[in-house]
Each structure stands twice: as C-alpha cells, then as structure tokens.
C-alpha cells in the first residue's frame, strides 16, 4: 500500500524503493569476513572475530564532505564525491592503529533520483574497496522544503579495530623522531569555502581548461578540484605491520599546523621544512588568484601532504623501503623537538 498523500507532500516511497534496490549490489562489493547479512535490516551486524582479536578496542569517526559538494553540484559530478565521504572517516581512525571494519552513510536530498542516489554510492563503494571497509547499511532521506533544488547533503560513519597494547596516541613521540610525510592528490575535502570564494572573485568556470602548468593532462578546472581524497588505509596498514609508527596525523581542516600538534605530547614541538616536499601546482595557483600569502594558506590546505607519520629515526629507512613497495611517495618533512605543542615551519 502507498501513500498517495505522502507522494503529495513531495516523497515517493516507490523512488526509495527502487533505491535500496540499486545500492544493495554497490554495498555487497564491499563485503569482507565479518559481514552478517545484508542490507535492508533496521541494523547492520558485524562480527568480531575473538580468534583474530584478542583486547580489541573499537575507534569511530564521522565526517563529511563540507562545500566541496557544491563543485559536485555545479557540475553534476557525483561519481567520485562518495570516495572523499568514505576517505574522510577512515583515515581519521586510521590515526590511531585501526583497521577500518565497517561503513554507514547518509544521504538527505530534497527530491530523490534513484540514478543520482546509486552514482553517489558507487562512490561511496569504491571508497570502502579502496580501505577494505564493508559499507554494511545507510540512510536515504528524502526532505522536500529542508533542500532546495537538486542539492544533497552526505555523512559518514566508520568504525575499525586495533589491540589495545597497539593502539597509536603519541605518547611514545620523543625529541629527535622523524616526519614522513605522504603526498595529498590535491585539496582533499578540506578549504572549499576559500576555493569558491576564490573561484567567485575572479569569475572563474569549473567547465574551463586548467592552466597548463596546474595540469598538463588538460583537465579542466573543475576535474582538478574535485580530485578525490587519497585513502591511506592499505600502505600504513601494511607498514604497521612491522614498524613501531608513534603517531599519526591526517592533514584535513587546519592543515600542517593545525594537526600536526594533535598527536604531540606535552614537552614536545614540531620542526618543519616546508621546502622539502613539493607543493603541488593547484595550491600555487589558488596563492596567485586568492593573492594569498603562504601564512594564509597553510592553515587552511593540506599544500600537498594528506598524512604523516611520526618514528623513531633508525626505522626510516625500512618505513621508505616498505611505503615505495605500497607505490606511496614518502619525504622526511620535518622533526620533533623540544617545546609547548608548537609548530615551528622553515
């Protein structure tokens, strides 16, 4: 039985239906051992294996997209916006030694376009394959009068695992570990605000060329902008392994500066090269058109490194040697030192 006065008041229950039908494939891609069931239960069930874990402790996170939407939006690009979602939650638990388990997402729409709906998740999908997180359930709402037009907004949810003797606090950071830095794949999910404002200022089309010395592959603008975040769940999983890493940190809103304090422990700073690692071209060009000096930007964008990692200097070598097998680029960007929770950049 349908209701005929809902689909009145803007919500058709048969577009709902027809989008569990087309994510429910999406979902069960993603499916590793643990996974009980599928989709469509009012829960999603997880099994955790106790001959695998043995003082396992649960690390969640949540997070969104922010207004890098509003670039999907404008361009009706919506492939890859779920990867950013996916990228967002698990490199944040990530940080602290766990290995994401499973995902849930949310999706609230004005109106409901079950093509739309399963383009996001296919996103959402490859986010989860990309980090071996089962996307296990999520919420598809449909809220005429909450949103205007064809907008949407999206959230995530992960959850991992890690032995509680394991678990990466920072604690352990002494004066004189080393900072592996990560290369970023461009803005990541984090200063779109600033972005568009620039985009705005200087009249700017997310449809026109990139200049060529941003992108030689001739993207346009708005393909480079809406460049996915890099997930880092495989190499770092794979590189702890066997190396003792005593932080980490995922460079999202606040950049270098802002972060990097997070996973210090009191008596110990940061000493950072900035002229180490190479800026990638799209922050210079955003400098330029912003006319924005590097003391505005570096709070704001991740200027090319998305993650870091904190260690003992006598295990750098070995850490190169396994994130190169893991096809990562890592650059020594800096040092630990002596100091207030302070980050001190050259």
Request: aromatic fraction near 6%; charged fraction near 20%; proline fraction near 5%.
């Amino acid at each position: 039985m349908k209701s005929t006065a809902y689909q009145q008041a803007g919500v058709s229950l048969d577009a709902a239906d027809e989008v569990v039908d087309k994510v429910k494939p999406l979902a069960q891609r993603t499916f590793r051992p643990g996974v009980i069931g599928g989709l469509g239960g009012f829960g999603g069930l997880f099994h955790l294996d106790p001959n695998k874990w043995k003082n396992p402790v649960l690390v969640s996170g949540t997070d969104g997209v922010g207004t890098k939407l509003k670039l999907a939006f404008e361009l009706e690009k919506h492939d890859t916006i779920g990867i950013d979602l996916v990228a967002m939650c698990v490199n944040d638990i990530l940080v602290q030694g766990a290995e994401p388990l499973y995902f849930l997402d949310y999706l609230a729409c004005g109106k409901l376009h079950p093509d739309k709906v399963a383009t996001i998740v296919s996103g959402i999908s490859e986010g989860c394959r990309q980090s071996n997180c089962a996307l296990i359930g999520g919420e598809t709402a449909e809220m005429p009068g909450m949103y205007s037009g064809e907008d949407y907004d999206l959230a995530g949810f992960a959850v991992g695992v890690v032995e509680k003797e394991k678990l990466i606090n920072g604690e352990k950071i002494l004066p004189g570990d080393q900072l592996i830095g990560l290369p970023s794949s461009g803005i990541h999910s984090n200063g779109f605000s600033l972005v568009r404002k620039i985009l705005e200022d200087n009249s700017l089309h997310l449809n026109q060329s990139m200049d060529a010395h941003v992108s030689s592959g001739q993207k346009t603008l708005g393909e480079v902008l809406l460049e996915p975040t890099r997930i880092y769940v495989r190499p770092l999983l794979k590189l702890m392994q066997t190396i003792p890493i005593k932080g980490m940190v995922h460079v999202t809103g606040g950049g270098l500066p802002g972060n990097l304090p997070r996973m210090l422990p009191e008596g110990a700073a940061i000493e950072l090269d900035s002229g180490s690692w190479e800026n990638l071209p799209v922050f210079d060009w955003l400098q330029e058109k912003g006319n924005l000096s590097q003391e505005e930007m570096l709070p704001v964008f991740n200027m090319g490194i998305g993650f870091v990692i904190c260690l003992s200097p006598e295990h750098r070598d070995q850490v190169f040697s396994i994130l190169h097998q893991e096809g990562e680029q890592p650059v020594t960007i800096g040092k630990v030192i002596s100091g207030n929770r302070n980050v001190i950049i050259h």
